[in-house]
């Protein structure tokens, strides 16, 4: 055999090999093959990975950075729900004296109802991956509201402003800044939750002292909007840092009672529910309950407001450290035991000005926890 008819098998045994080895496909059936790996890369991009303690940071920049945005939207959100017992004895001796106390209660508690009801229909806005919008738009209404309310001189028109329009706002803020934070965190996830949900706390303390000592200086309009500035300003570091590392694969309808088919989430709801409707009387009503039962001075009967939001500063972040450690829904119910217990106290302490003090740093302190601690006992009960 001559060397040429060797050299040409080969060439053949070979072609042959790599044929069976990688086979050529058609130019049609490249094409399908590229476009199949570019849509799956393409779903794989727009649908995150499942969330494991191993991808989860811990802690970081970026994760404290939420923390913050966090404390700054439960500042301007819950912060004017704390703080309204301040505007509720404006309200009653100076801005609309013929309104009785029970019905100026009203635009607080409308406030407070649509800033947890309002979730209902930020949840699934949130579930399509735009947080920062919600809380944008919570923003503007939470600051509109403010400067609607410093206009206000009606009963009616602060029930609109104050009301619904803050409230309403302040229910897409709370929404993203408990549903980001536990994206970032695993076992500091109780404490980073306290240490956001504080900032309501801090809104409390600082917002009615701000109104008392602006309002006889600038009058009621400028120190209301002395508050929205304010709100403004803290509200600018969410709108910028909030992001979220992952959304639900499966997006929700706008209306979606699924999830109330779970036992354990449908009792702790309506435990919840009911926890709320008492929760804030005392917010409400401590400074005037102060001056017109107790007899107490002017100035110390309203320094009872930011007294019980100081306390409430501890017990936000103080039960999130131990229930890290033996259980958010174990601290949640002991706090919530005595925080009742105390309920039934204050009638008992109304003649001392110390015990009344006293009575509200601790129940401030007891009461904290049932904010700060909810995000993370439904996520150990479900």
């Known amino acids: 055999m001559t060397d040429s008819r060797r050299s040409s098998i080969s060439s053949i045994k070979s072609d042959v090999k790599s044929d069976i080895e990688s086979p050529e496909l058609p130019l049609d059936q490249k094409h399908f093959g590229n476009t199949l790996d570019q ?14 303690p191993s991808t989860i940071p811990n802690g970081g920049l970026v994760a404290w950075l939420q923390v913050l945005s966090g404390f700054m939207c439960f500042m301007s959100a819950w912060g004017m729900v704390n703080g309204f017992g301040v505007f509720q004895d404006f309200y009653s001796s100076t801005l609309i004296p013929d309104v009785s106390n029970s019905d100026i209660s009203w635009i607080g508690s409308i406030q407070a109802f649509l800033l947890c009801s309002a979730t209902v229909f930020a949840g699934p806005i949130y579930d399509h991956g735009h947080p920062r919008l919600l809380v944008m738009f919570g923003s503007v209404l939470v600051v509109f509201g403010m400067m609607m309310t410093s206009l206000c001189s009606e009963y009616w028109q602060l029930m609109l402003a104050q009301g619904l329009c803050v409230g309403f706002g302040a229910g897409c803020l709370f929404l993203p800044s408990i549903a980001i934070i536990p994206s970032y965190f695993t076992t500091k996830k109780a404490v980073a939750m306290g240490i956001a949900a504080s900032g309501s706390s801090f809104g409390g303390v600082i917002f009615p002292i701000i109104f008392r000592r602006l309002e006889p200086r600038i009058g009621f309009g400028w120190a ?44 702790f709801s309506l435990a919840s529910f009911v926890g709320f409707v008492g929760l804030y009387v005392p917010f409400f009503y401590i400074s005037t309950y102060a001056k017109d039962v107790s007899g107490l001075e002017d100035t110390l009967s309203f320094y009872m407001l930011p007294i019980m939001s100081a306390g409430s500063i501890a017990g936000r972040i103080i039960p999130g450290l131990v229930a890290d450690k033996v259980g958010a829904l174990n601290v ?5 035991l005595c925080a009742s217990i105390l309920g039934f106290c204050w009638i008992a302490i109304h003649h001392t000005a110390g015990g009344l003090i006293v009575w509200a740093l601790l129940y401030g302190a007891l009461s904290g926890a049932f904010v700060s601690l909810q995000p993370t006992t439904v996520a150990s009960i479900t």
């Open 39 to 52: 849509k799956a890369q393409a779903q794989s991009k727009e649908q995150p990975s499942e969330e494991t």
């Open 332 to 336: 949640l119910g002991v706090c919530n």
């Open 224 to 267: 209301t909007r002395a508050i929205g500035f304010i709100s403004l300003t803290s509200l600018l570091i969410p709108c910028f840092c909030i992001k979220a590392r992952a959304f639900p694969k499966t997006r929700r309808k706008l209306l979606d009672f699924a999830a109330f088919k779970e036992p354990a989430y449908a009792l």
